[in-house]
């Protein structure tokens, strides 16, 4: 069966939910290999790989790879595409992930293709570009296709693989080795999911009216274990921090579920939620254009509706 690599996101020695993800799509077109690049593997990330069907691990465990930006991991591919000849390589749609599958494209003489939200036989990807404006399907036709699939785009299902673990030893280049990391910060991890990782998104714009009324964003979130993203009108007020900003220079999500309240649906936020696969939009204007994007509209004050639908759903 064709050998599929799928770069493992990790953090804290966890293997992330879009990693699953990106397992359980390899697995429905061949076999599925993680890569885990970095310190941090342990028996227990062995274990979860091989839960979602990682038949082989490779491991680059080397701290040098994570000391350095972005760069490793792509060399670390490079070598890998060179010496097991995968059929495609998968990474997360992130900001990291993009970087390395354009990285990695130029290395390997491959096409790339990013920001896809679906992927089927003969890798021909489902894929959303022009800042969200147009789907189309797209297939890499030179080298190994590399696919950049976004987070949440498939449903993450256990079926047991091998895990056979195999470590490897990467050489980087100087180019590699070009910026290096000075300083990590960590980010408080709040009771909240991840924004770009999350099912659920419920996001308030303009419309919200102040950083105090952000509360009734929160609560409704809190009652669906959602995360609270925000429109660059409402960040840029300073209502809500701009690291929860969605868009097109905002963060990019598709949750089965994004809820906007207050958010006209400027082509500018749309291109960051429009393959959410559910939307419900709150407005007070019925010609808002988010309403052309909505699955489910209500039209009306969101003070009024948002705290009586958090109501309701924490009776249940
Ligand atoms: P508005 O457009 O002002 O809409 C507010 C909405 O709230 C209105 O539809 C109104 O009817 C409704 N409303 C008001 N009061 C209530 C109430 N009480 N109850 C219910 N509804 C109410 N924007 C982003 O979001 N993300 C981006 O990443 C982004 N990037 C950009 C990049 C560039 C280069 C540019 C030029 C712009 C970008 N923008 C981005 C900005 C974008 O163009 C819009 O200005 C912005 O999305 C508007 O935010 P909003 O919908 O919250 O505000």
């Given at each position: 069966?064709?050998?599929?690599?799928?770069?493992?996101?990790?953090?804290d020695?966890?293997?992330?939910?879009?990693?699953?993800?990106?397992?359980?799509?390899?697995r429905?077109?061949?076999?599925?290999?993680?890569?885990?690049?970095?310190?941090?593997?342990?028996?227990?990330?062995?274990?979860?790989l091989?839960?979602?069907?990682?038949?082989?691990?490779?491991v680059?465990?080397?701290?040098?790879?994570?000391?350095?930006?972005?760069?490793?991991?792509a060399?670390?591919?490079?070598?890998?595409?060179a010496?097991?000849?995968?059929?495609?390589?998968?990474?997360?749609?992130?900001?990291?992930?993009?970087?390395?599958?354009?990285?990695?494209?130029?290395?390997?003489?491959s096409?790339?293709?990013?920001?896809?939200?679906?992927?089927?036989?003969?890798?021909?990807?489902?894929?959303?570009?022009?800042?969200g404006?147009?789907?189309?399907?797209?297939?890499?036709?030179?080298?190994?296709?590399?696919?950049?699939?976004?987070?949440?785009?498939?449903?993450p299902?256990?079926?047991?693989?091998?895990g056979?673990?195999?470590q490897?030893?990467?050489?980087?280049?100087?180019?590699a080795?070009?910026?290096?990391?000075?300083?990590?910060?960590?980010?408080?991890?709040?009771?909240?999911?991840?924004?770009?990782?999350?099912?659920?998104?419920?996001?308030?714009?303009?419309?919200v009216?102040?950083?105090?009324?952000?509360?009734?964003?929160?609560?409704?979130?809190d009652?669906?274990?959602?995360?609270v993203?925000a429109?660059?009108?409402?960040?840029d007020?300073?209502w809500y921090?701009?690291?929860?900003?969605?868009?097109?220079?905002?963060?990019?999500?598709?949750?089965?579920?994004?809820?906007?309240?207050?958010?006209?649906?400027?082509?500018?936020?749309?291109?960051?939620?429009?393959?959410?696969?559910?939307?419900?939009a709150?407005?007070?204007?019925?010609?808002a254009?988010?309403?052309e994007l909505?699955?489910?509209?209500?039209?009306?004050?969101?003070?009024?509706?948002?705290?009586?639908?958090t109501?309701?759903?924490?009776?249940?």
């Open positions: 069966m064709a050998e599929i690599l799928v770069l493992v996101e990790h953090i020695g966890e293997v992330k939910k879009v990693t699953l993800e990106l397992l359980t799509l390899a429905s077109l061949g076999s599925a290999s993680a890569v885990w690049a970095g310190p941090g593997y342990s028996e227990s990330a062995r274990a979860r091989a839960e979602y069907g990682a038949d082989k691990i490779y680059a465990g080397s701290e040098e790879i994570v000391d350095y930006v972005v760069a490793p991991k060399e670390l591919l490079a070598q890998l595409v010496s097991a000849s995968p059929a495609a390589v998968l990474v997360a749609a992130t900001a990291e992930g993009k970087e390395v599958a354009g990285r990695l494209a130029i290395k390997t003489d096409g790339v293709i990013t920001d896809a939200v679906g992927l089927g036989d003969g890798f021909v990807a489902e894929q959303s570009i022009f800042g404006g147009v789907n189309v399907r797209a297939r890499a036709v030179k080298g190994t296709p590399i696919v950049a699939v976004r987070p949440n785009s498939t449903a299902e256990a079926s047991a693989g091998a056979a673990e195999e490897v030893t990467v050489a980087l280049s100087d180019a080795k070009g910026a290096r990391v000075v300083e990590r910060v960590k980010q408080e991890k709040g009771a909240r999911p991840e924004l770009t990782e999350a099912a659920i998104v419920v996001s308030g714009g303009r419309g009216g102040s950083a105090e009324n952000f509360a009734v964003i929160e609560k409704l979130a009652a669906l274990g959602a995360a993203g429109s660059r009108a409402a960040t007020a300073g921090p701009h690291q929860f900003q969605v868009g097109q220079t905002g963060k990019t999500v598709s949750p089965q579920l994004y809820i906007a309240a207050g958010i006209s649906g400027a082509i500018q936020h749309r291109a960051g939620m429009q393959t959410a696969k559910t939307i419900i709150i407005n007070k204007d019925s010609e254009p988010i309403f909505a699955d489910f509209g209500v039209v009306g004050d969101l003070h009024q509706i948002v705290p009586q639908l109501e309701e759903v924490e009776k249940r």
